[in-house]
């Protein structure tokens, strides 16, 4: 148990003293996920009020797609936005392999299924009397289509906290789509395996802890806004 105790001493230590390696990673993390999750609120929270709002036919296959998306495995996404955004591939002349963007890419497939799913599920379970309402009183679509967002604003909070969740703790996509490179794309995800897998527990231990206590606070602020839908 010694070294384990040590590990953990150590890891204190590091993050105590504001490392400079352990808080790349850190950095490097933040910057990706928070990439990809404004990509994702930007595209995701139009189609998720639209998947909500309208009837269309072939909405419930629509639906049943978006919910499939929502286990997508990372490294089957990290696999096919590699092929796309290599030197080969046909976004390649960008040069997004191997960078944070190109990681925010990845995450981005991650987390827009969770929000298009969850905003469509929060507007579609508002109260139908609030339309007839609004166009009682004069109110155009944008200015529905507002209200309506506002009303939700809750569940879209919660939806935005759900996704960068998933992002922020996923490995897969972060290994195969930035390379792992030390000061440059390493996350903490992608340095707590390559520093356990080379025995140096520390570092491993400081962005673990790190990595979780953000986890909970992710997860309770998932929890608190969800009940307040």
Known sequence: MD????????????????????????????????????????????????????NFKGKKIVQNIVNSL??????????FVYMFISSRGPLGDFHLLFTIKGIAVGQFFLAVPIVVALTASAIESMDERLTEELKSMGAGGL??????????????FAAAVTAFGRVFAEVGVSMMLGGNIKWATR?????IALETGKG???????LGIVLMSLALIINFLSMYFTEKV
């Open 70 to 79: 929502l286990s997508l495995p990372t490294v089957v996404v990290g696999l």
């Open 3 to 54: 070294y384990f105790l040590n590990g953990i001493k150590n890891a204190l230590v590091l993050i105590a003293t504001f490392d400079a390696q352990t808080y790349s990673a850190i950095f490097t993390s933040l910057r990706a996920s928070g990439l990809s999750l404004l990509a994702s609120m930007i595209v995701g929270l139009p189609l998720g009020f639209i998947l909500g709002f309208y």
């Open 143 to 156: 200015q529905q289509s507002f209200t309506y967002i506002y009303e939700a604003k809750a569940a879209i």
């Open 187 to 191: 996350t903490m995800t992608t340095a």
């Open 200 to 206: 140096e527990f520390a570092m491993g231990i400081a």
